[in-house]
T-cell receptor, first 112, second 112 residues
């Protein structure tokens, strides 16, 4: 089955700096890669997703890049703000299945 | 439009007791999922239902059973609760496996 690894597990940045979270996956047939944000005590919420037919997608301060050859994808947050502080999860859908496999999460802290 | 509704929000059980967690979605989604979330381990899939009438095991199905009652409802049952099942349980739904999943608010379950 699919295996997703996520790094780093914790990330601390200064307000206004950029943050990058990286994930690798094992199934070369994986075709859907969402990112979720989870604030403390709340539900995970989708912030951006990318499909295997594109290499990059951007939505305001958030962007995701996908490298299918290397089997890794990354989340980029620019001009970070305190409200970006949360746990971020990457996920991948394997080519032959109907489910997502999640990474173990990155705790992002944006410091003033 | 409530999205995904989970009941109860909190529950304390004694070892050996049984319980059913309820989940309902009003988005006419085909697929529904049950996850457990433990510190440092991300979201792990317990069971999922790709479409009404079908259910499949996820990564950690032991000790659980599920029922896809109809298109809207997907329940998770613990037949004989164990302390290792203390966790936060999330239900999610999506239109298809390569579409965004929408999560409920979670059920915080403690087993003594």
């Amino acid at each position: 089955g699919e295996n997703v690894e996520q790094h780093p597990s914790t990330l601390s940045v200064q307000e206004g700096d950029s943050a990058v979270i990286k994930c690798t996956y094992s199934d070369s047939a994986s075709n859907y890669f969402p990112w979720y944000k989870q604030e403390l005590g709340k539900r995970p919420q989708l912030i951006i997703d990318i499909r295997s037919n594109v290499g990059e997608k951007k939505d305001q301060r958030i962007a995701v890049t996908l490298n299918k050859t290397a089997k890794h994808f990354s989340l980029h947050i620019t001009e970070t703000q305190p409200e970006d502080s949360a746990v971020y999860f990457c996920a991948a859908k394997g080519g032959g299945g109907n489910k997502l496999t999640f990474g173990t999460g990155t705790q992002l802290k944006v410091e003033l | 439009n409530a999205g995904v509704t989970q009941t109860p929000k909190f529950q304390v059980l004694k070892t050996g007791q049984s319980m059913t967690l309820q989940c309902a979605q009003d988005m006419n989604h085909n697929s529904m999922y049950w996850y457990r979330q433990d510190p440092g381990m991300g979201l792990r899939l317990i069971y999922y239902s790709a479409s009404e009438g079908t259910t499949d095991k996820g990564e950690v199905p032991n000790g659980y059973n599920v029922s896809r009652l109809n298109k809207r409802e997907f329940s998770l049952r613990l037949e004989s609760a164990a302390p290792s099942q203390t966790s936060v349980y999330f239900c999610a739904s999506s239109d298809a496996s390569n579409q965004p999943q929408h999560f409920g608010d979670g059920t915080r379950l403690s087993i003594l």
